[in-house]
DNA sequence: ATAGGGTTAG
C-alpha cells in the first residue's frame, strides 16, 4: 500500500508543492519507510520543502543526518538558511561544502553565499568565492555575476562593479538593476539614470524594483521633474505598484519638496507597513512640519502598526526641532521598554541629538558615553552639542579623543567644532582646526566651514583676515559669509570692510529682515544716511508680508507658542509680569539691552 | 527547478 503511493522517486512538484509542515513530515516519514531518504535527490527535495515551510529546524535535522549530503542537499539547506537571513551561518555552511563536503558548489551554491557576502559587506570572502566560482567555469554566468555586481555596489566599489559589468557576456533585467540601484546609493543619480536609458536601449524592459532605484536616484538630487516622469513612466508602462514602489514615490516627492504630492500617494496606498508610514513621518519632520510628523506617528499606532527605530528617529528629529522634551523623553523610554536601543546607533544618535537641541547637554553626555558603537556621526552629534551649549573647550577635546579612537573626522565633524569655536571666540584654536582640516585630512572646506572661520576672525576684530580668507575660496559666498564679516565689523567699527560686506550683502538680496536691519545699523555707524533710509524703505515693504516668528515653551508636556505682541495666551497678564521683573533683575545686574532698529 | 536586484532613520 505504501510503496504504490509513494513509489521512487518521490516527484519533485508533489513536495514543491506542499508548503505545510506536517504534511512535509508525514511525507518524510513515508519516504523512511520506503528507505528513499538514502537516495540521490530526494533529501534535497525535502530539505528544501522544510525550508520553504519556515521549518528550518526540521531542515537542519534532516541535513545533519545525512552521511554524505549531495549538492542538491547542500544547496537546499544553504538556501534555506538564505530564507532565514543568516548571512554567517550560510557562509558557515559554504566552508564546510567546499572544504570537507566533497560536493562541487553550482551556480546557486555561489549566488547565495554572494549574497550572504554581500549583506555583511563582505567584500574579502566574496572576492574568495569569486576565485572559487571562476575556476569551476562560472565566470560567465549571469547569476553569479549579478550577484557579484551587488556585492562590490554594496561594499561601495561602483569602479569594480562598472568593470565586470562591461565585460559580462550576458546581462539580464537584474544585473542592470543591480548596477541602477548600486548608483542611486552611491550618490551617483546621474549614472543610474543613464543605466536605465541604455538598457531600455537595449531591449531589456524594466520592472518596479527598477523604478525603485530610478526614484531613489531623483530623491537623492531632490529632482521632481525627473521624478515625476518616472512616476508617469510607471503608470504608461501598467506596472503593479507594490508597498515598496509606493514607499518611493512617497519618499521620492517628500524628497524633492513635494509633501502635498507625497501626502495624495500615501493616502491612497491600500497596504501600509511601518516603512511607509517612517517615509511619511520623516519626510514631515525634515521639512520642519514636526508638529504633523508627530501626529503621524500616534495615527501609525492608532492604526495598529508600533513604531520602529526609523519611526522613532524620526519622531526624535520632530521633539528636537520643537523643543519638545517630555515627548522625546518618553520616546527613549519606549524604545529602552522595547529594547530597541541595542547597537543601533542611528537610534543613539537621535537620542543624543534630542536631549542636545532640548538643552539637555548632561544626559546626551551620560547616553554617549554608554553608546556601545560609537561612529563619527556620534561623534558629531556630540561635539556639536557642546557648541550648542557654548562650550567649544569641551567640543575641541571631544575632537581630539575622537582622533585618538581612530575615527576619521568629516566636513560635519569639523562643521560643528569650528560652529563652536567661533561660539566661544577661541580664535587661535579655530585657526588650527581650520588648517587641520585643510591639511590633515584633505577635507574642502564648505560654505558652513568659512562662514565659522569669518564668523571667528571678525568677532574678534581681525576683519581684514577673515576678507583674505573669503578671498581663498573657490565658490562664490553666501550670504551667511559677508553678514558673519559685516556683523563683526559694526562691532569693531571697521567701517571700510563694513560696508564692502554690506554691498555684498545688498546684491544677493536676502528676505531676512534682521540681517537689512544689520546692514542699516552699519551705515548709520558709517554716516552713510542715504544708505540708511533707502534700506529703511526696503524693509518696510518687506515688514508687510513677512511671516511672525515665534517662540515655543514647554511645560507639563504641552508645547506654548509666542508671538511678538501676542496676547492670546490666557495667562498672558502674568506672564508679561514676569518678564516684566526679569528686564528689571537684569538692567539691575548691569544688562544693557541693545535696541535694534525700530520700523517707524 | 533552484539561485541574483527594492522602501524609511542620526
Known sequence: MLSAFCYPPWPRFLLSAINNSRAIAQAHALMILTGEVAGDN?????????????NLHAARQLFHSLPQPTISSWNAIITAHSRNDSPFEILRLYRRMVSVGGAKPDSSTFTVALKACAQLSDLESGEQIRSHAANLGFQNDVFVNSSLLNLYAKCGKMVDALQLFDKMPKRDLVSWTTMITGFSSAGKPLAAIDFYIRMQSEGVQGDGIAMVGLLQACAVIGHARMGLSIHGHIIRLDMRMDVVVETSLVHMYAKSGHLSLANRIFSRMRHKNVVSWSALISAHAQNGFANEALFMLVKMQDSGIQPDSASLVSGLLACSQIGFLK???????FLIRRRLNVDDVKLGTAVIDMYSKCGCLLNARTLFNVLSLRDSIAWNAM???YGIHGNGVEALSLF????EANLKPDDATFASLMS???HSGLVDEGRQSFNCMLNEFRIEPGEKHYASMVDLLARAGHAEEALDLIRTMTDEPGVAIWVALLSGCLNHKKFIIGEYAAEKVLKLNPDDLGVYALVSNLYASARNWDRVSEIRRVMKKMGMKKTPGHSLVELDGKLHAFLVEDISHPEHVKIVAVLKRLEYEMRKLGYIPKIELVLT
Open 42 to 54: 530526494s533529501p534535497g527535495n525535502l530539505i528544501a520543502a522544510y525550508g520553504r515551510s519556515g
Open 327 to 333: 515627548l522625546g523623553k518618553s520616546f527613549h523610554g
Open 383 to 385: 561635539i556639536s552639542c
Open 400 to 403: 581630539l579623543k575622537m582622533k
Open 420 to 422: 563652536a569655536l567661533s
